[in-house]
């Protein structure tokens, strides 16, 4: 089946520091992946995507690159600030498919 | 654009109480959504719909109903809510952009229902 496993929060960390949250994914075929992310008291929004191997998206200083050999789209910054935190969901769109499946969420926290 | 709207932002049911949430998006979209989202678990999809008058059983459907009358709008009916209903619920929107295959989802902001 597709499923998408994301690192477990809650992660805290300073201003400026270098932020990875490890993403991976089992799937049939060719997904696609996202990162979408949740502000307090809001829904989710696409922050990037890939939709091949290889693939790097991008998106406020945020990078994820889709790794087929290792199954995974670990999201980046190199250096978060306080209105990075948030709630990060990994998730994918199996091929063809109409709907996503999502990671259980993974709580950033960015102190000054 | 208003995007995707949901009706209400916040209600308390007593258990047995029914309810419907309303999701309304303006976009045009054929896909419409509706998810839960519990502490630890991520998104769940509950049920979902591909064009008016179309609903079909996502992850989590027991316990719900739907109904698609109108593209625009997808409802979302709890008609004996329990306590392991108490969650934030989320509607969301797609369109597939056949020549381009560009795909997302733009979500509503959320209902939060608690069921005591």
């Known amino acids: 089946g597709n499923s998408v496993t994301q690192m477990e929060g809650p992660v805290t960390l300073s201003e400026e520091a270098f932020l990875t949250i490890n993403c991976t994914y089992t799937?049939?075929?060719?997904?696609?992946l996202f990162w979408y992310v949740q502000y307090p008291g809001e829904g989710l929004q696409l922050l990037l995507k890939?939709?091949?191997?290889?693939d790097k998206g991008s998106n406020k200083g945020f990078e994820a690159t889709y790794r087929k050999e290792t199954t995974s789209f670990h999201l980046e910054k190199g250096s978060v600030q306080v209105s990075d935190s948030a709630v990060y969901f990994c998730?994918?769109?199996?091929?063809?498919?109409?709907?996503?499946?999502f990671g259980q969420g993974t709580r950033l926290t960015i102190n000054p | 654009n208003a995007g995707v709207t949901q009706t209400p932002k916040f209600r308390v049911l007593k258990t047995g109480q029914s309810m419907t949430l309303l999701c309304a998006q303006d976009?045009?979209?054929?896909?419409m959504y509706w998810y839960r989202q519990d502490p630890g678990m991520g998104l769940r999809l509950i049920h979902y719909?591909?064009?008016?008058?179309?609903?079909a059983k996502g992850e989590v459907p027991d316990g719900y109903n739907v109904s698609r009358l109108k593209k625009q709008n997808f409802l979302l009916g709890l008609e004996s809510a329990a306590p392991s209903q108490t969650s934030v619920y989320f509607c969301?929107?797609?369109?597939?952009?056949?020549?381009?295959?560009?795909?997302?989802?733009?979500f509503g902001p959320g209902t939060r229902l608690t069921v005591t």
């Open positions: 890939a939709t091949k191997a290889d």
């Open positions: 719909s591909v064009g008016e008058g179309t609903t």
């Open positions: 976009m045009n979209h054929e896909y």
């Open positions: 969301a929107s797609s369109q597939l952009e056949r020549t381009s295959g560009r795909y997302e989802q733009y």
């Open positions: 998730a994918l769109r199996p091929l063809r498919a109409q709907k996503l499946v």
């Open positions: 799937a049939t075929g060719y997904p696609s």
